[in-house]
């Protein structure tokens, strides 16, 4: 005999350990009884339901069948076509409909009649209780692997806090709690050294079902890491009342965020740097030795391209055709607003897709090395989109090519 009376609150426990819905478990529950009913009192071949009562855990038995009609039935020696809904007439689970409106006068074909079954005065024998526990141990695994993926795939794009737990060539496996998430070596900072027990902030890239759970892809050279972490510290950012317009970053050195106000009398640079700098400081703690610089953001192209260029003093902006911008600094400023190795010049030009060049105001028909940078954004994308399309008809030609040689192999069997 079931023992009803500790049901419910065993599905409390299992749900509390388990961190999964209540309802989810006792759907799991049902299932592994009406296999184990099945497999001690009924025939293989026979579709058995179990319902288990929510508030008094009493457990009800039903064998199901399947309602056809003639048009519904193959003919021996028929077989059915690809997307039709034909079936082998089985009187163990399908009842013709003459039969199921005898039960149901309302029944329609391919609906379910369900027959009550009597509910066992004893316990499963061994083999019956081993196939109910081999059911919902796997079912369990499948709640698991659903409600993580679920939990996971609404974070995703967003910011999730871990724990490193160990670094294999290079890539980083972190504790998300009750997940295992990889930051492969191509998102990890070339600054930064992680070692197993450090706790830190990661940008969810990606999720994905797997057959062991969901694959969680993190990132912490992302651009969005940088603006989803000011989405955290700034207030204004999360009521919209200041909007990241643009963002690019070179992860471990620099980044420079463009930010505009929506409402008037609010700036936008000083919300996302905060008191003293309270703000800005929380993230650079974060991403350090990374700087980040935060630019107002403008519809002047003349103005965006200066406001760019900081932290240098720009003196005059030329906006030219193709969107190129001839930028004009005193000799002082040459070196800030070209940067190392040209990284502040490439950035702002990156942020404003415009193609930059820094000159002298003293000698303005003169280049400077490495003054001038592309606004490269445009192109990347376009070459990805490239990419994908080539992807696609690869994957396309090759699909085609598998149906072909199904084909002539159908064929070759014909012939013999």
Not at 349 to 355: C, E, P, V, W, Y
Request: overall charge neutral; hydrophobic content about 35%; aromatic content about 4%.
């Amino acid at each position: 005999m079931i023992d009803t009376n500790n049901l419910l609150s065993v599905i409390s426990q299992i749900a509390l350990e388990k961190k999964l819905p209540q309802e989810k478990i006792i759907s799991a529950l049902e299932a592994a009884l009406a296999s184990a009913y099945k497999k001690e009192y009924r025939r293989k071949d026979e579709i058995i339901r179990s319902k288990i009562d929510p508030e008094s855990g009493k457990i009800k038995f039903w064998q199901v069948k399947i309602v056809l009609d003639e048009s519904m039935i193959l003919k021996e020696g028929e077989k059915a076509k690809e997307g039709e809904k034909k079936f082998k007439f089985n009187p163990n689970k399908h009842i013709l409909l003459e039969e199921a409106r005898k039960i149901d006068a309302k029944v329609e074909p391919g609906q379910e009649i369900f027959f009550p079954l009597e509910m066992p005065d004893k316990d499963f024998g061994r083999i019956a209780a081993q196939t109910a526990k081999q059911v919902i141990l796997q079912r369990l695994r499948e709640i698991e692997r659903e409600t993580l993926f679920e939990e996971f795939k609404k974070k995703e794009g967003g910011i999730v806090g871990g724990l490193v737990q160990r670094i294999e060539k290079r890539n980083v496996f972190v504790d998300l709690n009750r997940v295992i998430a990889l930051m492969p070596a191509s998102e990890t900072v070339p600054t930064e050294h992680y070692r197993p027990g450090q706790r830190l902030k990661f940008y969810l890239l990606s999720v994905e079902r797997d057959s062991k759970g969901p694959k969680i892809i993190l990132s912490r050279a992302h651009p969005k890491f940088i603006s989803r972490l000011f989405a955290l510290e700034v207030p204004e950012i999360q009521e919209g009342i200041v909007e990241i317009k643009a963002i690019v970053r070179e992860p471990g050195s620099r980044t420079k965020i463009a930010v505009l106000s929506k409402e008037e009398g609010v700036d936008a640079v000083g919300s996302c740097v905060g008191q003293r700098g309270t703000r800005v400081m929380a993230i650079l703690n974060e991403v350090s030795p990374e700087k980040i610089d935060i630019i107002a953001y403008s519809d002047d192209p003349e103005e965006y391209v200066a406001n760019a260029l900081a932290p240098a003093k720009v003196s005059e902006v030329k906006i030219l055709p193709k969107r190129s911008a001839l930028v004009l600094v005193k000799p002082d400023q040459l070196s800030l607003a070209i940067g190392k190795d040209g990284q502040n010049v490439r950035l702002a030009a990156k942020l404003t897709s415009f193609r930059i060049d820094v000159r002298s105001i003293e000698e303005p028909d003169k280049k400077i090395d490495g003054g001038v940078a592309e606004a490269k954004e445009k192109e990347e994308k376009e070459e990805e989109v490239k990419e994908k399309n080539s992807e696609k008809e690869l994957k396309v030609k090759d699909e085609s090519k598998l149906e072909e040689d199904k084909k002539k192999e159908e064929k070759k069997k014909e012939d013999k």
